[in-house]
T-cell receptor, first 115, second 119 residues
Framework: AQKITQTQPGMFVQEKEAVTLDCTYDTSDPSYGLFWYKQPSSGEMIFLIYQGSYDQQNATEGRYSLNFQKARKSANLVISASQLGDSAMYFCAMASMNRDDKIIFGKGTRLHILP | GEEVAQTPKHLVRGEGQKAKLYCAPIKGHSYVFWYQQVLKNEFKFLIS????????ETGMPKERFSAKCLPNSPCSLEIQATKLEDSAVYFCASSDGGGHGGLSYNEQFFGPGTRLTVL
């Protein structure tokens, strides 16, 4: 069965510091995708970044990068130079590429950026 | 449209009443997914459609939940005889492909959600 584990329920980080949000996953599928979503207090789900299981390079999108370590089954999100607007809930997620692409979510990490 | 639309934004029902939620996927997207988010953290997949056909309904509590995606109509998720534990935000997402047989990913675009409160 597929599973996503986020072990940090909450984090406090000083503004402008980098932050790493942990995510480990479990799957028996050879082809899968890993994602991070941001959910601010307003509730909408904002797609941040995607990493395919066969991608050789770590994905980057602006200040977001995904530290993909396939052997360890980890897909940590790194946010560089954090901003107050980064305060939100962050969900790590996974979808198999060989099935119907339903997304399996972790339980989330609430990130608080301190001024 | 260019965004997934969900109506209503908020829905309040007494226990035992029916609730019906609507989702209009992005134009041209053939896949629709429904997710339930309880208590602001746990997401649960409910059901997915490929056009009007049910694709995966492994997450649906079938005794009270039903869903449809009919041609030229918004998709709908209906809960008969709501229970307190059905209180959640229901998200609809759409994508333009299922990603089968390849290594590509078809991003799911999420709607703003419908907050259902069962009293």
């Amino acid at each position: 069965a597929q599973k996503i584990t986020q072990t940090q329920p909450g984090m406090f980080v000083q503004e402008k510091e980098a932050v790493t949000l942990d995510c480990t996953y479990d799957t028996s599928d050879p082809s899968y995708g890993l994602f991070w979503y941001k959910q601010p207090s307003s509730g909408e789900m904002i797609f941040l970044i995607y990493q395919g299981s066969y991608d050789q390079q770590n994905a980057t999108e602006g200040r977001y990068s995904l530290n993909f370590q396939k052997a360890r089954k980890s897909a940590n999100l790194v946010i560089s130079a954090s901003q107050l607007g980064d305060s939100a809930m962050y969900f790590c997620a996974m979808a198999s590429m060989n099935r119907d692409d339903k997304i399996i979510f972790g339980k989330g990490t609430r990130l608080h950026i301190l001024p | 449209g260019e965004e997934v639309a969900q109506t209503p934004k908020h829905l309040v029902r007494g226990e035992g009443q029916k609730a019906k939620l609507y989702c209009a996927p992005i134009k041209g997207h053939s896949y629709v997914f429904w997710y339930q988010q309880v208590l602001k953290n746990e997401f649960k997949f409910l059901i997915s459609f490929q056009n009007e056909n049910v694709f995966d309904e492994t997450g649906m509590p079938k005794e009270r939940f039903s869903a449809k995606c009919l041609p030229n109509s918004p998709c709908s998720l209906e809960i008969q005889a709501t229970k307190l534990e059905d209180s959640a935000v229901y998200f609809c997402a759409s994508s333009d492909g299922g990603g089968h047989g390849g290594l590509s990913y078809n991003e799911q675009f999420f709607g703003p959600g419908t907050r259902l409160t069962v009293l």
